[in-house]
Nanobody, 132 residues
Framework: VQLQASGGGLVQTGDSLKLSCTAS????????IGWFRQAPEKEREGLSC????????HYGESVRDRFTTFRDIAKNTVYLEMNNLKPEDTAVYYC??????????????????????????WGQGTLVTVSS
């Protein structure tokens, strides 16, 4: 089970950017995938979780109105589309597989809380920098 995030870069305030998380060793139908970010000197923040079975997703409150996650099963890739970017969105962005007691699962948390302790198989992050 491996994930690789990509698509980061330097953008300006108000721009849009789409990140990719390409999976290998499993099918996206089988596991739920989360997106996270970590800004300098801040804790890792959960952004979204997309279910493996249905492809439905939920979001963290801070990005709910601007970010969308979706997937392309044929490409085995999950995307995070970010709109109206702000300087406070500057961070390293990661994707990871949802787990329950260390075992990958297709389900996101029923509480709709995206917390890093529920995820594993972290991909290498991709840096997004938003200039003011």
């Amino acid at each position: 089970v491996q994930l690789q995030a990509s698509g980061g870069g330097l953008v300006q305030t108000g721009d849009s950017l789409k990140l990719s998380c390409t999976a290998s060793g499993f099918r996206l139908n089988d596991y739920a995938i989360g997106w996270f970010r970590q800004a300098p000197e801040k804790e890792r923040e959960g952004l979204s979780c997309i279910k493996g079975n249905s492809g439905s997703a939920h979001y963290g409150e801070s990005v709910r109105d601007r970010f969308t996650t979706f997937r392309d099963i044929a490409k085995n890739t999950v995307y995070l589309e970010m709109n109206n970017l702000k300087p406070e969105d500057t961070a390293v962005y990661y994707c990871a597989v949802r787990q329950v007691f260390g075992t990958p699962t297709q389900y996101c948390a029923m509480t709709e809380v995206v917390q890093q302790s529920d995820f594993g198989s972290w991909g290498q992050g991709t840096l997004v920098t938003v200039s003011s």
